[in-house]
């Protein structure tokens, strides 16, 4: 699998071994980026539960939109 420019043992040594993600954006506003995270957290219980990310989001909006 190397059309990525790696092979699949490379990815998974990348994402498994090392805790490698892919980097969010540099405009991706902070309170997002925390949601982020959050919801891709190595340690599966460490993870927001769906309500929890929806109210995250909700709020979120709701600054934005107040012009926080």
Known sequence: ???????LQEIRDKICDHQYQDPVGDDCP????????????????LRPCAERIVDSLAALEKSRSQGR
Request: proline residues 4%.
């Open 30 to 45: 902070e309170e997002l980026r925390k949601i982020i995270d959050e919801c891709r957290a190595f340690d599966p219980s």
């Open 1 to 7: 699998m190397y059309r990525l420019g790696c092979s």
